[in-house]
Structure formats: structure tokens, C-alpha cells
């Protein structure tokens, strides 16, 4: 594929073409009328450029579209196989890894592969050869790949590719280091943030331009839509809603301080409070595994609410009372479309969100909460690595 457009994203032809992509990425296939209506500009110049991004390989025709009467226009779409993107969310003992083609639809996906990345570069580099032996399986060559992106946890600067929870020198950003190793584009991004932009584009958002979704994993996160894009605040540390100084618990968050949302209101906070009461004695389809000495997971919790274990259900109930409270204020502060709760602990469903939607209705205002929904993540577990790859489509392209 040509990549005259990719190599010059600046000019004014190449904002139309932007433009044009975005359109398609967005609304679906255009006919080269609406495309020139959309965007108020001739329709030889539009048929120049979309000719153009034919050559390129960025868009298709799609043939003749059917009318009520007279001449059938063509229509014209993304080309799937222009290209590919990686998409891999590092967790905390795994990686799962989705791979898109350039209309953004899934082609391969790794769900939890066991994993555990460190602060090193033979840790990064043998997260390179995983990810590269993969597209090799599915007969993807590392040409054919236009972007990598990679979300982690914590805080991570999208622009100059740092990320402050895996962090292997001052003078080498993660991103740098990863396309030294990978050779091709990378983009870092957070892990909340990216499964936002996956939900916005290709999960339960349906043109709702205001939107928050909660993460709520080991720990507590935030991404938000404002206005049709996505928000990173003046640093890039936007969302940081589990740290939020909400509770007056003595709890010591990870990050040091005391107080933080996220020890009342995450999976750590439900392994936590769970393990704690099974420790006083309390009863649990979980109990004599633990009274054994035998090793609990967050995922074994979650199991256990989905089989109606009475005291799992409790503690989500508690957990999911102090994150609504929080959602709440959100809504009061941001007056959102919609609310959507993902991560892990989402898994548990209408045990986490009937006590937000509780705590909502009584701790907001009327007023602003009437016209916000709130829903569970549609993508779930892949809201991540597809929302890497959607952003890697959209940086690439200079759309955001």
C-alpha cells in the first residue's frame, strides 16, 4: 500500500482526506454527493481525493447503491486489507491481545495470556517476540502491521511515550523502546482510557458524544468522552477517579495516601474486604478453600457472586454502593449521556450495577441524572485491546 497520505498529514488535501477517513470510520459508506455535502467541498475535488485514497489503499468502492429511482450512485467504504493493528493490554499477570484490520473489525483475539511484564527491557523485548510470533501464526507479516498499541496501567503520557508504572530510563520512553524492537509505529496509551475509546467506537456507544466510562478492575479508572473525543487534560493524566479523596476509611492506597476511592470501590478493595470477612468467619462457598490456606483470586470472588455465594454478592453490593456515590458526583459535575462500567469486576454485572444505580438516584440531582444512562460495557474483556487498536487507527491517521 501507498502511504503518501501517512508520510504528509498536515496539508490541506491531507485534512480532507483525514476528514473523509473519519467520516467513514465514524458513519459508515458515503456516496461521493454526501461526502462533498458533509464537507462542504466540490464534488471533483472529493472524487480527486477519494481517487487518491483508492490508490493509497485506504478505501474501496463498494459498488452501486440502491435508490427508490433514477441513477445508482457508488458508494465508497474503508478497505479492511489496507492493514492491521495490535492491539495488547498488560495486566497484572497477563496480557490479552486483539488484532483488527483497518475497518476495525476483529480478526484474532488472546484473552488472557499468562504473562507478567517488569521494568526491564528483556521483559519488553520478550513481549515483542510474543506479540510478533502471533501475527506470524495468523499469516500477518510485520509489514502489513500499520501500527502496535499497548495499554498499561497507571500513568502513561501518550505524546512522549512515557509510562510512570513501567519505566526502564529517563532516556528511553516505552514507545521508543518498542518500536526500536518492533519496527513499526507504537503508541502507549492508559489502560482506561484505551478501553474507553474501544467502547466509544465499537461497543455500546451510539453516538453519544459525552460519555464516562468507570473501569473498575484490581483498580479503579476513568476515561471520558467530551464532546466526541477523548479527554487527557492538560498533563495526560486525566481519569484518575481512584484516587479521588472520597473516604475516610485509614485504608493506605498504593499510591501512599490514605482516603483514595479505590480502596472502598475496586476489585483490590472487594479481595480486601472479602478475605477480611472470611478471616472473622463468615460463611463462603469460598470459606474452606481458604481456611486450607489455598490461594483466592479476585476471579474466584467474582465465580462466586455469579453462583450466588451470599457473602461475594454482599461485598460487590458494598463496593458497588461507594462507587455510585462517586458516579454520582460525576454526573453532577459532567452531566454525561452516558455511564458505562467496565473491567473485570463488571463480569459480575447487575450485582455491581443495581447498588450504582441506588446510590445514583439518591446521592445525585435529579435534574442533571434524568437524562444520563447508565450500562454495562458491551465489549467487556476486549474493550482494552480493541480500544488499542482503534486508537493506534486513529493516531496513525492524525484523527486525534
Known sequence: MKTSFLNNIDGKNAFLK????????????????DLSKELNTSVPTITKLVGELIDEGFLTDMGKQGTSGGRRPSIYGLNPSAGYFVGT?????????AVTNFKGQLIDYHEEVPFSLENSEKSFRSLCSYLLRLIEKIDISREEVLAFGFNLSGRVNNETGYCFTYFIGEDRPIASFLEDELKRPVFVENDSRAMTYGEYISGIANNEEDMLFINVSWGLGMGMITDGKLSYGKSGFSGEIGHFPLLDNDQICHCGKTGCLETGASGSAIYRIFTEK????????????FANGEDITLDNILNAANEEDVLAIEVIEEIGSVLGRAIAGLINLFNPELVV?????????????????????KHSLNMVNKDTTIKLSKLGEKAGPIGACMLSRSKLLGLI
Open 89 to 97: 493490554e498488560v495486566r497484572r499477570n497477563s496480557i490479552s491481545v
Open 18 to 33: 483525514k476528514s473523509i477517513i473519519a467520516l467513514c470510520i465514524n458513519e459508515g459508506d458515503y456516496s461521493l454527493a
Open 278 to 289: 472470611l478471616r472473622d468467619g463468615r460463611a463462603s462457598t469460598l470459606a474452606e478453600r
Open 341 to 361: 462500567i467496565g473491567g473485570v469486576v463488571s463480569k459480575v454485572k447487575e450485582y455491581l450495577l443495581l447498588p450504582i444505580r441506588s446510590a445514583i438516584q
